[in-house]
């Protein structure tokens, strides 16, 4: 299983970006993906989660009403829109294969500062 995040980058608090995820190794279509993050210090956090069929999503209280996570089964991707981003959103963001993050990739830096 590879997963590789992108997107990722220095933002204003109150602005938005979006990540991608692209898989390979893995029947992505029977897959739930996740995206968790980690900050400067800090454990793994879980983010959120969609179902193989994009059915179920789930997403942690603080992201919920500015996040949006999304997948394209053809094309084996998995996204993160972010909006009204804030400085404790900082951390790198990861997808992986279940919300503990297993099988995780090498993530991608978002910064929220001024």
């Known amino acids: 299983v590879r997963l590789v995040e992108s997107g990722g980058g220095l933002v204003q608090p109150g602005g938005s970006i979006r990540l991608s995820c692209v898989a390979s190794?893995?029947?992505?279509?029977?897959?739930?993906m996740d995206w968790v993050r980690q900050a400067p210090g800090k454990g793994l956090e879980w983010v959120a989660s969609?179902?193989?069929?994009?059915?179920?999503?789930l997403y942690q209280d603080s992201v919920k009403g500015r996040f949006t996570i999304s997948r394209d089964n053809a094309k084996k991707t998995v996204y993160l829109q972010m909006n009204n981003l804030k400085p404790n959103d900082t951390a790198r963001y990861f997808c992986?294969?279940?919300?503990?993050?297993?099988?995780r990739g090498q993530g991608t830096q978002v910064t929220v500062s001024a």
């Open positions: 992986a294969t279940s919300a503990d993050g297993q099988n």
């Open positions: 969609i179902s193989h069929d994009s059915g179920r999503i």
């Open positions: 190794g893995l029947a992505f279509h029977f897959w739930q």
